[in-house]
């Protein structure tokens, strides 16, 4: 499965477990290595009974790595770092000053600035950098130019392709590779439609309830269970902190919507938003390292009465601002009219672009309508700009859309979009299961990636209700996962092919320990069969517990399988069937069927 | 919606939820009367705050209507009765004596016959009922002759289409409407594309674990949720009796399979299993009631050594007994060689076939193989045979198959077996999440449904792993429900999108106790509305938990909508956002775009 023997190359191969138990340890943190020593691609083996392994592909960091000492204090180590000075073509420099109202307090507060938070990140200190003379810093312009980066190898054995696919891909727009220069601690991953389905979860404090540490919690919690990429979208106080604490931990991409921030410093009123305040707040967070920017700029004036008789109307953060934005003043939307500008900036730390579809319907009624379709054009056109200026470009798409109106969607993204990769968010395909919208989206988004959508983005089941807490940050993610792999599957993926046909031969073969090692969620469904058949001895037993010895058709099967020639697992013999086997044995004697009949 | 007032045909409309808190009463029972005053159809009359109400169909029987006293030791009312005796085609009989090996009591047990068995069902005893002189008493027989019933008025009213439909639809065998002479406790309900989606939910009892009362109380939580059908899989001791309580407390469908209990009444030994003891067996279960049974008679000797090559083998319980019969004779499967007896059986108690995919694959690896197709074909020829003896069929479908192969499967069996409708378990879109095959499933499910599956079984979070509890009875039902109305919605049934416009127009207007009490599961969603923002006046408030008051993209959309002329909700005007809508008027009159630009 891997293009490089693991075995061999592994520096790090330390048994070890998320869960505390230690007798039931059935896989390890694992690396394989590029061409340079520091190109460690971090893998999850899992152990077999019989032998085999299963490289699994791995989103949770060092956190995992029992050889790493981590410490959220001080953040995690700069892996890119000297990949982004080797190249020669970025500068350190002062930076922007951080101001007191970049955390949400206002000049006026008697608390004072920044040294008054006691939130402050205490990690050490690192001059910004950025592309020098305002040189493009992309991957996509090294793309271009025909130049395979360590972050491009990096992800072709993530991948496993190899490395001038994932040049090609991102070169021709089709996949980006969201690396900010300022954000190194990362462990870079590829979005696009040719690779692996990614999945991103949202964290961020609000106005209504919040605390730093939680959500940096949040962050590692959620790459845990396979979040490639996170999207902080805070709201409240100590934004800037906030963003600093989860960037210096974070080893995914990490994804904001600058318009929340800008809208902090004029106090929510989105009529006094302006390019200078947005502006200055993309820098600011350039700087600390986003990787990737969700931009509202297909929102434009003459499309907001166009959602008038909707009938849930705008249900966009960012696009419901920037049309009571442009209706306050009645002109074009700032992000539009200075796009070109944010592009340059975009592309001197090599930050990609999210384009936000601030239009996307918000129930099924309103799926696929003229406002919605109207700025998707609008989309296509920035990101053609966008291209222009070596920014990397993805594309957001909804939202709630009933089943039979999904495929448009991709179809003409891909279309409009010159296969930019697309990220949705869902679709949610019915608008009746509140509490249960993890599930209502998981449906579309299986759907929309596997016709071609390249990263989701998850619902937790709190959506439209309420805070997602830890619990359901788990369970929006691992929905996800299941949605993005099936889509793989039907992409017809090999290597999601390989790891479906590894559970399945342990389900078959009553390996029950190495079908939970192989499960998305090994705890849960360890302790789903625990409920029913807690003794230990179950879990080597011949029969599933929901059929009870008599029923199992599985071993029923494995009788007809021994009958015609099947292979029989190692565990099997051993295990002892003997009794049964010998049942049918005689009248297998009599009942030989060639295989050809 | 309604093709008749319900309002004034309405003879119980007494408020009630069904949690206990009275001052959250937000919808009631309610009734559909027919042209004859005992053919009422229950809906559930959900009460909006702006005066208006939606009719939901309503599966949760007479336990959930205050006006009716429900003894489970008694059973329910036999609503249909007198319609199945006034068509004067049915005669009383003594019937087969029940013995204690229906139970699964030996012969050589102690404990002796059924007289000693506490579990023995309480109820006034009812002689069985059968066709006269064997004649074929099934919906199908008065459809084909032009005849609407009373059970198809039933359905029509409760499908909201006209009986025509449903007796064109049941003549064409296009759909089927099970409903056992006796069992004349259901409230009848209709299986088939032209109509909504139904979902079945299995219980039953193991040799692992088992109670009948918490089987009865499983069927009618199950019920409570949604649950269209229910299918009763025990397959431990009490097998009878616990088939007859929940028979006599069933307002749904009850399937079986009863391969299962012919097995137990030959100690598991699949080979012991004759013609005679299954037949024994499908006359017991047809005295008692059962409205539909899976029968795997497509699983032929020739097709077995097909599947010996697979990962998984026979998944299916029955299909892998009847395999290992085949096997274990060297001779074709005694329920194709006596399928047309079989027919004459269940046609003289309208009991429905279900014919069973005894070879569906078990992973994703085996889907659509030549062992799958090559049963379909059978089961085609088996559809055309039991429609030539007036039995009503569906066709049952898989399992596991990836989201590229679903297509293929509803689109070929729809060919094979005309139109019969077709009854699929899921299908799962990957191997690898148990304890969250429920998603996997739902994913499958929600697309064959659109495609034209007319019933969905639910898969629970336990599948794979353990016997489901009542948690992941409820949970398999909700997520089974959202699969189907997501099918509904992208068919286009009218009826659907008026529920998910009535959501979303509660969402849009922050009518948040609407909202709970459309939701598929209202406790749930406003307890996670509650885990945010507890307090009463939330529930009321302009803004989502997840934003906060700043950022509210309803709101604001809201303030949009006025500026252009969108209407104005009563509860908007009155629930007071003057100070809100006053920043934005000012703006508004320098703004005002028209519709048209």
């Known amino acids: ?76 180590a700069p892996l890119r770092e000297n990949w982004i000075i080797a190249r020669g073509d970025t500068e350190e ?25 006691d939130a402050v990140f205490p990690g050490r200190p690192r001059q910004p950098r ?55 601690e990362i462990e870079p991953m590829i979005i696009g439609k040719r690779f692996l389905v990614k999945v991103n ?17 949040k962050m590692t919690w959620a790459t845990r269970w396979g979040a490639d990429t996170v999207m902080d979208l805070s709201t409240g106080r100590n934004i800037h902190t906030t963003r600093e604490w989860v960037l210096r931990n974070s080893p995914v991409p990490i994804g904001t919507v600058p318009l929340y921030q800008a809208l902090e410093k004029v106090d929510g009123k989105a009529e006094e938003l302006s390019w200078e305040i947005y502006k200055d707040t993309v820098i600011e967070q350039a700087e600390q390292g986003v990787d990737y920017m969700t931009v509202h700029a297909g929102v434009l004036l003459r499309y907001v009465p166009l959602t008038a008789r909707r009938k849930t109307g705008i249900v966009s953060r960012g696009g419901s601002i920037m049309a009571a934005w442009c209706l306050a003043h009645h002109k074009e939307s700032f992000l539009y009219e200075n796009f070109e500008e944010l592009c340059e900036i975009l592309a001197s730390y090599d930050v990609t672009f999210s384009l936000g579809d601030g239009l996307r319907p918000g129930c099924i009624a309103d799926a696929n309508d003229e406002a919605q379709f109207a700025e998707l054009r609008t989309l296509g056109e920035l990101n053609t700009i966008a291209k222009r200026h070596h920014v990397q470009t993805m594309i957001e798409g909804p939202g709630h859309v009933p089943m039979h109106k999904i495929k448009e969607n991709i179809d003409l993204q891909q279309e409009i979009c010159e296969e930019a990769p697309f990220y949705t968010l869902g679709p949610l395909t019915t608008d009746v299961a509140p509490a249960y919208d993890h599930i209502t989206s998981g449906i579309g988004a299986a759907m929309i990636a596997w016709w071609g959508t390249a990263m989701l ?29 099936a889509a793989d599957l039907a992409k017809g993926h090999p290597d999601a092919q390989e790891w479906d046909d590894a559970l399945s031969d342990a389900r078959f073969e009553f390996r029950w320990e190495d079908q939970f090692n192989l499960a998305m969620d090994p705890e849960t469904a360890r302790a789903f069969h625990d409920a029913t058949l807690p003794a230990e001895p179950a879990k080597t037993a011949h029969f599933c517990s929901m059929c009870g ?49």
Not at 27 to 37: A, F, V
């Open 201 to 217: 979860a949202n964290i961020g404090n609000s106005a209504v309830t919040s605390s730093i540490e939680e959500e940096v919690e």
């Open 549 to 597: 010895p008599k029923f199992c058709s599985m071993r029923i099967s494995q009788d007809i399988r021994r009958e015609h020639g099947g292979e029989l697992s190692a565990a099997e013999v051993e295990a002892g069937m003997a009794a049964k086997s010998k049942e049918f044995a005689q009248a297998g004697n009599r009942v030989y069927l060639p295989i050809a009949d």
């Open 457 to 485: 983005c998850y619902v937790t089941p709190k959506e439209h209700l309420g805070l997602p807490d830890r619990d359901d940050v788990k369970t929006g993610v691992i929905t996800y996962k299941i949605a993005a792999h």
């Open 1 to 76: 499965m891997a293009t490089q023997d693991a075995h061999t190359s592994a520096t790090t191969s330390t048994h070890m477990s998320a869960d505390a138990s230690a007798e039931r340890i059935g896989w390890h943190k694992d690396y394989l290595t590029g061409s340079r020593p520091d190109l460690r691609v971090p893998v999850r083996r899992v152990h077999l009974s019989n032998g085999r392994d299963v490289r699994l592909y791995d989103t949770s960091g060092p956190y995992t790595d029992p050889a790493v000492a981590t410490d959220v204090r001080r953040g995690l």
């Open 130 to 184: 950025r592309g020098r003379d305002g040189a493009a810093v992309t991957q996509l312009a090294y793309a271009r130019r025909g130049e395979i980066t360590a972050e491009m190898e990096y992800v072709a054995l993530r991948e496993n392709v190899s490395p001038e696919v994932v040049r090609e891909e991102i070169a021709a727009g089709r996949a980006v590779l969201p690396a900010n220069v300022n954000h190194p």
């Open 93 to 117: 420099y002062s930076g922007r000053p951080v101001r007191p109202e970049d955390d949400g307090i206002k000049h006026t507060s008697p608390r004072g600035g920044l040294r008054n938070l």
